[in-house]
């Protein structure tokens, strides 16, 4: 398949939650004149706009900052919050502003370089945020609105690993917003010492990946 068929495989005709675990284990990929930094996604939230109180498109509202979110399928929507860049991509047709967040991803080319991206962060705290993964990564501003099928940020559907457990937990950092602060909205590869707050013990030896065959 091509990599269009494949992205529309990843994110049509699917529910946002459907498309977030399916996330999980792609290669994400971004190339620069300087070298290309990739990994894999083992944390992702699903937001549900426009009834989602959590979203920035509850109640269908539109600013020039969220104008991504009505945009097609694998639309790009970085945003700033408390001074960290934040990566979604939106997964449901034109006009539908909903997307996913993408929480953490384990580091597997240009390692090196997004360590110093990082400040000489090492191990998990290198991209087991939302923030510290586009800093990571080295994001701009300027892929807001470009499409992650064919930008500089983009997947590697050849690479995909498949996940032993996903796990369904409510989302990080969503306080009073009713029952949305508790809908398990959150997918995390089980076991994936990336993830956001991963507790050491519950890490496991093969970091939660199935071995291909």
């Known amino acids: 398949m091509t990599n269009k068929e494949q992205l529309d495989e990843l994110l049509l005709n699917k529910t946002t939650p459907e498309v977030a675990r399916d996330l999980l284990g792609m290669y994400l990929e971004y190339v620069t004149p300087t070298g290309t930094v990739g990994g894999y996604i083992v944390d992702a939230e699903a937001y549900l706009g426009p009834e989602d109180e959590a979203a920035h498109s509850f109640g269908m509202r539109r600013t020039p900052r969220v104008a991504a979110m009505y945009e097609k399928p694998g639309t790009i929507y970085l945003y700033t919050m408390h ?3 934040i990566l979604n991509i939106i997964t449901q047709p034109e006009g539908i502003p909903q997307g996913v967040m993408i929480r953490a991803i384990e580091p597997a080319t240009g ?15 290198i ?3 939302p923030g510290k993964l586009v800093a990571a990564l080295g994001l701009p501003q300027e892929l807001y609105g470009q499409s992650i099928l064919d930008s500089p940020l983009h997947f590697v559907f050849e690479k995909t ?8 937990l409510p989302r990080i950092g969503i306080p009073n917003k ?10 995390v590869v089980a076991g994936n010492p990336y993830l956001s707050l991963q ?3 519950l890490v496991e030896e093969d970091w939660g990946w199935r071995k291909r065959k």
């Open 161 to 168: 690993k498949i996940p032993k457990k996903i796990m369904a």
């Open 127 to 129: 991209s087991n945020g």
């Open 111 to 125: 390692v090196a370089q997004m360590s110093i991206n990082r400040g000489g962060k090492t191990g998990p705290d």
């Open 178 to 187: 009713g029952e949305w602060t508790d809908k398990p909205l959150r997918f």
């Open 199 to 201: 507790r050491k013990n």
């Open 83 to 85: 001074t960290h860049r």
